[in-house]
């Protein structure tokens, strides 16, 4: 948390001194959750033969707001919050009734972006590559339901985790004017995943069959399409 308010300070004492561009993106990230997948076999396990897992963690859309500058002529600075989701389903179903486990999983992230730059910024193309040390709070949804002729039974446990990791890219930039269109790839690597702890016990998380931490890992590919606007500012005397 103290790094996002560094970042907005240190944001505040630049842009005094030139120019901000913001930049709203929307992409597709792809996700590890290896622990995850291997909690979700397990909770199958406790299904009829029959129930299938229909979503393994997939790949989803993320957004993207994103704020720097350029000190110099090549150094990027800044900062940026994405938000995105992903989650899995089990499923079974017959002539009696039917079950469905839910894991949904939505996070918020956000940390300094730092970057050198190729080229010079008033270009009409330009390049940089992107350092992204990052802070992510997730939020997990276990959805259960089952139905049994007409009677029917719901439960939601909810859990939440800090993870740290870092995002490495690379943007190719074409400018038109005071705006732009960013196209980014990168690669997100989870270094700590922290455990994810029940909303109804502060010291009670979730845990395997073997009474293992089952963590989120967000680890995974980066692609992302966005929309950016120069903000100058009157530099002082």
Request: avoid cysteine; charge should be negative; aromatic fraction near 16%.
């Amino acid at each position: 948390m103290k790094a996002f308010v560094y970042a907005f300070f240190l944001l505040l004492s630049v842009s005094a001194f030139g120019q901000l561009k913001v930049s709203l993106a929307s992409g597709y990230g792809t996700y590890s959750m290896n622990e995850m997948k291997s909690f979700q076999n397990e909770l199958l396990a406790d299904f009829p033969d029959d129930a299938k897992i229909t979503e393994e963690f997939p790949g989803f859309m993320y957004y993207q707001l994103d704020v720097h500058t350029v000190i110099g002529d090549h150094f990027l600075i800044g900062g940026y919050v994405n938000y995105g989701s992903t989650g899995g389903r089990i499923h079974y179903a017959d002539y009696s009734g039917e079950a469905s486990a839910n894991q949904l999983i939505r996070y918020l992230s956000g940390g300094p972006h730092f970057g050198i730059q190729i080229g010079d910024d008033e270009q009409s193309f330009n390049f940089h590559a992107d350092l992204k040390p990052q802070f992510t709070y997730a939020m997990l949804d276990l959805q259960f339901y089952s139905r049994l002729d007409t009677q029917a039974e719901s439960e939601s446990l909810k859990f939440t985790s800090m993870n740290v990791g870092v995002e490495l890219g690379f943007t190719a930039e074409k400018r038109l004017g005071n705006f732009g269109i960013d196209l980014y790839t990168g690669f997100n690597l989870n270094v700590i995943n922290g455990n994810l702890m029940f909303d109804r016990d502060d010291e009670a998380y979730l845990q395997n069959n073997s009474g293992n931490p089952v963590n989120l890992s967000f680890s995974g590919i980066r692609v992302n399409l966005g929309v950016s606007y120069k903000i100058s500012f009157r530099k002082r005397d």
